[in-house]
């Protein structure tokens, strides 16, 4: 029985996550997650390999005491996030080190809502050398493509022999 209502909450939670790609530096987020409209009481964003592991708390209103240092100033909510169900969660001044899986819990009218966002923060280096790359293989390919096509016109054209028996030994 244990294992089936684990298995069952597994599966709820899994059909609930999300994926986020953001640049490093990007100036903010939005993590989303929605509540199906109740008494809200309190959400919760955490982020289970950080210690501690609070991103944010909001209840009657923010409680930021046990709030992670590295969310310190950079994390809201809106004002009417547990009356609308809309506790989504915006983070500003995006580091590399935001990557990760975050949950969203919402606790109230007797009931838990749990959701996940996995946000990942790329380097903004990689991204301008993944661009670099790209380029340089699209130019190289333009050129082996114009190279192969000259040599096929150039052969075609009977400026290239490939023959064996082209020597002036082989005349006679």
């Known amino acids: 029985m244990e294992v089936v209502l684990v298995f069952v ?3 709820l939670v ?3 996550a999300l994926a986020v790609e953001v640049d490093e530096g990007e100036e903010s987020v939005v993590l989303p997650c ?3 409209p109740a008494k809200h009481t309190s959400v919760l964003w955490s982020r289970n390999d950080l210690s501690p592991s609070t991103v944010h708390l909001r209840e009657a209103q923010d409680n930021l005491q046990n709030q992670n240092s590295l969310f310190s100033k950079r994390t809201s909510m809106k004002s009417d996030a ?3 169900g809309d506790v989504s969660l915006t983070l500003t001044q995006l580091q590399l080190l935001d990557s990760g ?6 606790r109230g009218g007797g009931s838990t809502d749990v959701s996940q966002v996995t946000l990942t923060v790329n380097r903004k280096k990689d991204l301008e050398l993944q661009k670099q790359v790209t ?3 699209a130019a190289f390919g333009v050129f082996v493509v114009l190279v192969a096509a000259s040599l096929g016109v150039a052969y075609h054209s009977g400026y290239l022999r490939f023959s064996k028996n082209t020597g002036p030994e082989d005349k006679f």
């Open 9 to 11: 909450v597994f599966l």
């Open 14 to 16: 899994t059909q609930n």
């Open 34 to 36: 929605q509540a199906p």
């Open 82 to 84: 547990l009356q609308t």
């Open 101 to 106: 899986t975050y949950t969203c819990t919402v």
């Open 135 to 137: 380029a340089v293989s």
